[in-house]
């Protein structure tokens, strides 16, 4: 049987924890060479380390998704350990809790760069390498606090507004090139960044995550590789005529 994505190689940002691991290990398991990349060294080692005790292809990569270089140097580590790039996961995210009344100069900058130009330069700099490929996948992390607003979250909204408009935008640009760009759109998914979020907010008397929860459409929050799932059907073949697309996975929680 041959796996979905034998002979791709794919580029995950920020992907030694949480929802970027859970793609690595999946895209691994269906027959992908993987590119491990984030801030966090030591994680990123082990992750790679992980799918290669499981037979598969890993390479850990340094990357600060706000630094051109480090981006030019990971596409470039991608095409000399495995001939190529084919698929980019703009995973890579920091949050904020802060209203716009609480939320400094350096709260709203380091948010912005890291979530909105994170996926700009990541985009900026796989494109010519996807060209190459012959074409290629991109899938972009958004939020649903890219999709309608918060409470709070000034600078965090505003980035994932941002992805959202990075993805359209490249969608349309691109499509003539073959390479196909779409953005997921998950709810409360359950990583170390819930946890400094909960943590965060538990000082709030208004906040209730709990209760949030129960009332939602559906009563849970996602685990990484529920997400890893789309993302991995995004970035495959099954869907090749989609495109520009914003795919929510948040138990229903942006659908009324
Ligand atoms: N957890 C949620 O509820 C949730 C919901 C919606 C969207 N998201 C988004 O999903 C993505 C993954 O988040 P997660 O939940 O796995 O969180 P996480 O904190 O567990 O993982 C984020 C990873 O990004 C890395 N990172 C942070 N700054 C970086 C930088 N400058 N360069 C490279 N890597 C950097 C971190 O080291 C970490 O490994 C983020 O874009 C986040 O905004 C998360």
Redesign the pocket.
């Known amino acids: 049987m041959t796996l979905e994505f034998a002979g791709k190689t794919v580029l995950i ?9 859970a793609h690595a290990m999946r895209f691994a398991e269906e027959g992908a060479n993987v590119v491990v ?4 060294d030591e ?2 080692e082990g992750v790679a380390e992980r799918v290669r005790q499981k037979d598969g292809r890993a390479v850990y990569q340094h ?4 630094v051109t270089a480090q981006w030019d140097q990971a596409v470039a580590r991608a095409e000399n350990e495995f001939g190529g790039l084919d698929i980019l996961i703009n ?5 904020s809790c802060d209203a716009v009344d609480a939320c400094s100069d350096d709260t709203w900058g380091i948010v912005l760069d ?2 909105a130009a ?1 996926v700009f330069k990541g985009m900026r700099a796989a494109v010519p390498a996807l060209k190459r490929a012959g074409g290629g996948a991109i899938v972009n ?5 890219g999709v309608v607003g918060s409470w709070g979250y000034a600078a ?1 909204v505003s980035s ?1 507004f941002a992805v959202v408009g990075l993805t359209k935008s490249a969608a349309l640009t691109y499509a003539a090139d073959n390479i196909r760009v779409n953005a997921i ?10 946890d ?2 909960k943590a965060i907010m538990a000082s709030n008397p208004y906040w209730d995550f709990d209760e949030w929860v129960a009332t939602q459409p559906i009563s849970k ?1 996602a685990q ?1 590789e529920e997400v890893s799932e789309l993302v991995l059907f995004l970035a495959s073949d099954r869907t090749r005529y989609c495109t520009g697309g914003v795919y929510p996975i948040d138990g229903g929680s942006t659908a009324g």
């Open positions: 940002s920020g992907s030694a924890r949480g929802q970027g691991a990349s984030d801030v966090r994680l990123g990357l600060d998704v706000r995973n890579a995210g920091i949050v890291t979530n994170g992390t958004a939020s649903m606090m965090y994932k759109a998950p709810g409360c998914v359950d990583t170390p960044m819930l400094e979020e929050i990484p």
